[in-house]
């Protein structure tokens, strides 16, 4: 078992409008320049009932997303759409399998120190009004709770990635076969990770 910190990865999906904004290199980038590797990648149309299972797999998701919700709404002074927060997550799970059955996704497991905690700090916050400068939903989208609710839709926010390295092995499992990830090694993971640096002076 390889416990180095090294060999933690995370699930990310650029959503259907990170494709149709053009953002998937942009978003392959921030992962790469930061130094995580890429070991799987591939474009999919996920059916409804496989978004219904991703958000599904940790028990505790229905509850944690209605009280962030809420939490979101009496924040920014708003009424929250229900009081209770499962029949709020309920209604967010409804669009979010329209928004990404709408068209292709892309799937990727990125590894590296810290994976998780790592990709989840270059997204930025789930609201993209309120994600910070300088995060992928910061920089690229404008999108609110208020206005998507207001029209009917999950909030447009580019990028899906695992909450914890624990929660991206059970994702990645559910969107991967084993056969799909390879394991190799990235030249660059020498001055990243190595206790010596022998051999860079000639
Ligand atoms: P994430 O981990 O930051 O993506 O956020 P969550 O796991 O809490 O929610 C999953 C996705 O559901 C988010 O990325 C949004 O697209 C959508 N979503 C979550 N909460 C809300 C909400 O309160 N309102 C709306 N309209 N969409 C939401
Ligand atoms: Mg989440």
């Keep these: 078992m390889n416990t180095h910190p090294k060999h933690e990865r995370t699930l990310i999906i650029v959503k259907p ?14 992962y790469e320049r930061v130094g995580l ?7 999919m149309i ?6 219904e299972k991703h958000y599904t797999l940790d ?27 499962l029949k709020v997550t309920e209604i967010v799970l409804e669009k979010l399998k329209e928004y990404l059955t ?6 990727m497991v ?15 916050g789930t609201e993209p009004r309120s994600s910070d400068v300088g995060t992928i939903r910061g920089d690229f989208v404008l ?13 447009r926010n580019l990028v899906h990635a695992s909450g914890s390295a624990k929660e991206a092995e059970d ?9 799909e990830i390879f394991d190799y090694k990235l030249l660059v993971e020498q001055i990243i990770y190595e206790k010596d640096l022998d051999g860079i002076l000639e």
């Design 102 to 107: 709408s068209g292709p996704v892309i799937a």
């Design 143 to 155: 999108d609110s709770y208020a206005m998507s609710d207001s029209d009917g839709r999950a909030v």
């Design 59 to 85: 028990p505790e998701w229905r509850m944690k997303t209605g009280l962030k919700s809420i939490k979101g709404y009496t924040d920014k002074g708003l009424k929250p759409p229900h009081a209770d927060p």
């Design 17 to 30: 409008d990170g494709i149709q904004r053009g953002l998937i290199g942009e978003i392959i980038n921030r």
């Design 171 to 179: 994702e990645i499992a559910h969107w991967f076969k084993k056969e």
């Design 110 to 124: 990125w590894q590296g120190a810290h994976a998780a905690e790592i990709v989840r700090k270059l997204i930025g």
């Design 46 to 51: 996920p059916t409804a009932e496989m978004v």
């Design 37 to 43: 590797k890429l070991t799987a990648l591939k474009m």
